[in-house]
Nanobody
Framework: QVRLVESGGGWAQAGGSLRLSCVAS????????MGWDRQVPGKQRDLVAG???????NYADSVKGRFTISRDNAKNTVYLQMNSLKPEDTAVYYC??????????????WGQGTQVTVSS
């Protein structure tokens, strides 16, 4: 199995920046897309950003131009640089990784989440 350990969450003022990190360990052979989702208590978990093993990225419309996802394949680590933070970015952020088991099957793994709080 894959274990995901997140770090970098915390508090920021509106307009400030934070960087989240997520390190994958365990059975990491076959890792494909990694990414970040976020969730506010009482609401659904939504995609924030994703990145393939080849570096292709996608973002939620609400964070385009402000957040940047990147990864270091040698370190099995994915990052989320969050700039120009807004109060509506406040949420628990969850790291995610997809691992291919066989040709037609993959398994998704989730980190435990890290809190990001942005004050106005």
């Amino acid at each position: 199995q894959v274990r995901l350990v997140e770090s970098g969450g915390g508090w920021a003022q509106a307009g400030g920046s934070l960087r989240l990190s997520c390190v994958a360990s365990g059975t990491i052979l076959g890792l494909e897309t990694m990414g970040w989702d976020r969730q506010v208590p009482g609401k659904q978990r939504d995609l924030v950003a994703g990145i393939t093993s080849g570096g292709v990225t996608n973002y939620a419309d609400s964070v385009k131009g402000r957040f940047t996802i990147s990864r270091d394949n040698a370190k099995n680590t994915v990052y989320l640089q969050m700039n120009s933070l807004k109060p509506e970015d406040t949420a628990v952020y969850y790291c995610n990784a997809e691992r291919r088991i066989v040709l037609k099957a993959t398994t998704r793994y989730w980190g435990q989440g890290t809190q990001v709080t942005v004050s106005s």
